[in-house]
């Protein structure tokens, strides 16, 4: 015996509405008192990744993220002339043989157009006989498959004008921009904002454009890892987050100039670490400095001995000295002469 229209209805009701799974009738158990979870699959490989850049109506011409289907020349593709399924009954439904059509919740003028017209037609949206959704009045309406680029009639009847050497045609327009992410995420490459992540890569898509990373308020960027650095890093204030000694490979950590007395080079939460070593080479219009640096506190107070110091001068770069506020160790430079710049790599230690 066939499964009743009221049982599938029940199953649909429940699995689309509620996101359930149908374990009895209705007259048994409501939608609302089934308990077991039955999402639908979200297919990754599905996924339209760059689907936020789909315009809020059809365009003109074809782009990298739509492409648009209909009569004429131009930057755009002919109106789509599809072909019978002959699987079906004759003239019930027609393929495009295409997916990814956008639909109209991205905007009404994305509604299929669908016209019927010789076979051997080339200009349908003007030469052809336009039907509608909601058919000509005779039960012959038809419904579009967007994922899957099929047309149905749907209705009782089919449209008059599908007769012997007539096709239908579609008008439209696809999405064909970057799908999501497959069980092989290293394998993928996906554009979010101005970044472009390909595998373990992280680039920036504008020309010359920056990388931030932000934390709000006191958050920190960890890195668990040792760090190689290709080129320059700038930041206001180095710090490295973690037990961990940073490799510099043809670059440099770079603290802003110091044009100010006591400028903060380097701070840590005293809750996090108890001391801490540096490397630092300073610079100004004078000449240049090295010198190793070793830092603790016990909760109050704070620090620091200079046990290996060289200069290309006869005096100091830079003056170091250090102090707890605010629970926060700090420690501060102030450049003996102008245009001081500071580079450091700091190594923390726990207790």
Do not use: C
């Amino acid at each position: 015996m066939a499964i009743s229209d009221t049982q599938k209805v029940d199953y649909l009701w429940k699995k689309i509405g509620y996101g359930v799974a149908k374990t009895d009738t209705d007259a048994n158990k409501k939608a609302y008192e089934e308990a077991i979870a039955s999402t639908l699959l979200l297919r990754g490989d599905k996924l339209w990744t760059q689907s936020g850049l789909v315009p809020g109506a059809i365009p003109n011409t074809s782009s990298s993220i739509t492409r648009v289907y209909k009569d004429g020349t131009g930057s755009w593709a002919s109106t789509v002339k599809a072909t019978v399924d002959s699987t079906a009954t004759l003239n019930r439904t027609w393929k495009t043989n295409l997916t990814d059509w956008i639909p109209v919740e991205f905007g009404p003028t994305f509604q299929v157009q669908v016209y019927i017209d010789t076979d051997a037609s080339t200009t349908p949206q003007s030469t052809g006989t336009k039907i509608f959704a909601a058919g000509s009045g005779n039960n012959d309406e038809w419904y579009f498959d967007y994922q899957a680029g099929i047309l149905n009639f749907i209705g009782a009847n089919l449209p008059s004008g599908l007769t012997a050497g007539k096709s239908v045609y579609v008008a439209g327009a696809r999405y064909i921009g970057a799908f999501g992410v497959s069980g092989s995420v290293s394998s993928q490459t996906a554009d979010l904002g101005n970044l472009n992540i390909t595998e373990n890569t992280i680039s920036s898509i504008n020309p010359d454009g920056n990388i931030n990373l932000t934390p709000d308020g006191i958050g920190t960027i960890n890195l668990n890892a040792n760090v190689t650095v290709s080129g320059n890093v700038t930041a206001d204030i180095v710090t490295a987050n973690s037990l961990v000694t940073s490799t510099i490979v043809g670059g440099n950590l770079t603290v802003t100039s110091i044009n100010t007395a006591d400028k903060v080079i380097d701070s840590f939460t005293v809750s996090k670490y108890r001391t801490a070593k540096y490397v630092i080479k300073a610079t100004s219009d004078n000449g240049h400095q090295a010198m190793e640096v070793l830092l603790i506190h016990n909760n109050s107070n704070s620090f620091i001995t200079i046990y290996g110091a060289i200069s290309t001068i006869d005096d100091d770069i830079i003056t170091l000295t250090s102090n707890v506020a605010s629970g926060n160790v700090k420690l501060y430079a102030t450049g003996t002469g102008a245009n001081t710049v500071v580079n450091l790599v700091g190594t923390y230690v726990t207790d």
